[in-house]
Structure formats: C-alpha cells, structure tokens
Nanobody, 117 residues
Framework: QVQLVESGGGLVQPGGSLRLSCAPS????????MGWYRQAPGKQRELVAM???????NYADAVKGRFTISRDSARNTVALQMNSLKPEDTAVYYC???????????WGQGTQVTVSS
C-alpha cells in the first residue's frame, strides 16, 4: 500500500518559519491534486492548502498570505512553506493526494507542528 511520507515538522517560536515536505513511498498514478490538512487537539481536520492540476491553489483563510504551497507534478511531491507562524497553527499536519484512479484519498501519517515560546 503506497503511503505519503511527510517531513519537516517541529517546534518553532511565534513568528518563525517551517517547511513541510511530502513524497509518496511508491507510485501513485493520475494524481490531480496534492495538499495539506491539519488537525488541532479537540478539533476536526481542516484543509490548509491544496494544489490542483492546471495551477490552481486554494488556501484556508487563516493561512492566506503566510503559507505557500508548491508542487512538483513530475515527482508527485508537495511542500508547504509556513511563515509568520502563530500558536493557533499548532496541529498535526497531514499530506493528502487525490487520484483519478482511486476513490479514496491517500494520506500521510502526519507531522507535528508546535508554535510556542
């Protein structure tokens, strides 16, 4: 079973930056979108950013202007540059991929991001 593998989480002070990266452990055909979700304690998982085939990028209102998603379609990798981090950005961040050939999304195991002084 192919999985997505995330890296780059950690502890950072408010105002700092982190970069998350994600790549599949094997081949996933016909990916049309890759992105990031997050889940904070006691809250539902929410979309952070998504890069869709054709160049469209969607961001949650809470991260617009601070986070930037980038995707390498040839390698099926996706990254999330997070700047001006706030304590409310603290969450487990999950990589997500959507394929035309699979009904269910692909998910990573999650990487912890903690913003605290």
């Amino acid at each position: 079973q192919v999985q997505l593998v995330e890296s780059g989480g950690g502890l950072v002070q408010p105002g700092g930056s982190l970069r998350l990266s994600c790549a599949p452990s094997g081949s996933i055909p016909s990916i049309y979108a890759m992105g990031w979700y997050r889940q904070a304690p006691g809250k539902q998982r929410e979309l952070v950013a998504m890069s869709i085939a054709g160049g469209s990028r969607n961001y949650a209102d809470a991260v617009k202007g601070r986070f930037t998603i980038s995707r390498d379609s040839a390698r099926n990798t996706v990254a999330l540059q997070m700047n001006s981090l706030k304590p409310e950005d603290t969450a487990v961040y999950y990589c997500n991929a959507k394929s035309l050939e699979h009904r269910d999304d692909f998910w990573g195991q999650g990487t912890q991001v903690t913003v605290s002084s």
